[in-house]
Nanobody, 125 residues
Framework: QVQLVESGGGLVQAGGSLRLSCAAS????????MGWFRQAPGKEREFVAT????????YYANSVKGRFTISRDNAKNSAYLQMNGLKPEDTAVYYC??????????????????WGQGTQVTVSS
């Protein structure tokens, strides 16, 4: 079973950048499709981006397309979310997650069975 730990969150001004990291333990990371989700106060958890286990296919929510980039390094058991052009509406707790199944893509939080603890991203205007 994979365990996940996010890092890299913080406070940034609008237009700035952050890079989130997700460190995974366990020997199965390289076989897992990975996703990033976020949850703002009072809102449902929402899909942000996902990357196939092989790293060759990615999907993004329309709200972040062109600004965020998901990537992974299977040799380092890590996934990343590079966030550029941040906006105040990007403020949320960001979670990385490992998908349950091998089919791809998986855009619902119900399709992920392993979650990190989350990292706070706050974008000031």
């Amino acid at each position: 079973q994979v365990q996940l730990v996010e890092s890299g969150g913080g406070l940034v001004q609008a237009g700035g950048s952050l890079r989130l990291s997700c460190a995974a333990s366990g020997r199965t990371f390289a076989t897992k499709n990975m996703g990033w989700f976020r949850q703002a106060p009072g809102k449902e958890r929402e899909f942000v981006a996902t990357i196939r286990w092989s790293g060759d296919i990615t999907y993004y929510a329309n709200s972040v397309k062109g600004r965020f980039t998901i990537s992974r390094d299977n040799a380092k058991n890590s996934a990343y979310l590079q966030m550029n052009g941040l906006k105040p509406e990007d403020t949320a707790v960001y979670y990385c997650a490992a998908a349950t199944w091998t089919s791809y893509p998986q855009l619902s939080s119900d399709d992920y069975n392993t979650w990190g603890q989350g990292t706070q991203v706050t974008v000031s205007s």
